[in-house]
């Protein structure tokens, strides 16, 4: 673990709450958007390819689609392509359950055992995002700010002002995961301490951000540094 501004290790207090971004951070879930895009995408005349799909990540629904949709001049309506994407996540995780990233739900058990709130602050939509709830660990992810939760999406900080007005702490005392750009962007705008783990994308991280390569890294110990 380490900082982009050179992160000194230290003893400090624990964070007042974990904040979770969910697509690449808690779930991969890269595999099952790829295959709800490729069941429907084709159908509104969109060419799906596994490249065209990393382009959504980081990106909410709506705005992907739309995108789409003018790039390749399809007929209809990108928000029923945007439902039928949805429909089918929710139907792939009835399916084939939650695969977690690595370390995700130990890190979760421990900040149920250390008594420190976790949230869910993601682009997606609460229909998808109460699945992963379900599936989370007893008393972990008690706070959800999804992507219809919001009036503006990540960068916009929104989502994690939101999350920890929603605990009742202050942002600066908040650790925020993510794994994509415009995550880390919001994340940082909120003023929480952010931590970025690489998946599947890489960029240039700005000045301030922590990485942690895996959430296996980090136990007690480690989240005490975060905020060192």
Known sequence: MHDSENFTAGVGSLPSALLFDMDGTLVDSEPYWSL?????????GVPWTPQLGLTSIGVPLGVW????????????????????????????????????????????????????????????????????????????????????????GKPSPEGYLRAASIAGVAPQRCVAF??????????????????????LVDFSVPRGVKIVRSLRELNEDGLRQLLA
């Open 36 to 44: 709800a895009e490729e069941r429907v995408l084709p159908g509104f």
């Open 65 to 152: 689609t739309a995108g789409l949709f003018a790039r390749y001049g399809c007929q209809g309506d990108p928000r029923e392509a945007s439902v039928q994407i949805e429909e089918e996540m929710v139907r792939i995780f009835a399916e084939r359950g939650v695969m977690w990233r690595p370390g995700a739900v130990e890190l979760m058990e421990l900040a149920v055992r250390l008594n420190i709130p976790s949230a869910i602050v993601t682009a997606t939509h609460s229909r998808i995002v109460e699945a992963i709830r379900v599936a989370a660990p007893p008393g972990a992810l008690s706070i959800m700010v999804a992507g219809d939760m919001v009036r503006e």
């Open 178 to 199: 993510e794994d994509s750009e415009t995550g880390v962007q919001a994340a940082l705008a909120s003023g929480a301490v952010t931590v970025w783990v690489p998946f």
